[in-house]
Nanobody
Framework: QVQPVESGGGSVQAGGSLRLSCVPSGSAYNNNCMGWFREAPGKGREEVAAISPIWLGRTFYSDSVKGRFTISHDNANNMLYLQMNSLKPDDTAMYYC????????????????WGRGTQVTVYS
């Protein structure tokens, strides 16, 4: 199965910024919903942000990142981005790009395919 390919992770001091990129090629792309989720040791899987190209780019954010993170989709080049500002140590996690069958609350329930992830580490 084709997987999205993430990049852009790294280590950053609290308050800093990172931009994650994702190439969702072929069957790894779903026009209904593309998003990012994260996993940290001991915390389980957490929704971060999602965007629905078919719904004119409507976006969804978890409360923990709202106002700090921005998800976007470059239609021309079929790239997915996650701009992360004002990063906190609690944002430390592996971040995954994913395609889902539908967007909205609890979109992780409709996961179809996700990548191998990119690590984000925020130190204080």
């Amino acid at each position: 199965q084709v997987q999205p390919v993430e990049s852009g992770g790294g280590s950053v001091q609290a308050g800093g910024s990172l931009r994650l990129s994702c190439v969702p090629s072929g069957s790894a792309y779903n026009n209904n919903c593309m998003g990012w989720f994260r996993e940290a040791p001991g915390k389980g899987r957490e929704e971060v942000a999602a965007i629905s190209p078919i719904w004119l780019g409507r976006t969804f954010y978890s409360d923990s990142v709202k106002g700090r993170f921005t998800i976007s989709h470059d239609n021309a080049n079929n790239m997915l981005y996650l701009q992360m500002n004002s990063l906190k140590p609690d944002d430390t996690a592996m971040y995954y790009c994913a395609a889902a069958g539908t967007c909205g609350d609890s979109w992780l329930r409709y996961l179809q395919v996700w990548g191998r992830g990119t690590q984000v580490t925020v130190y204080s």
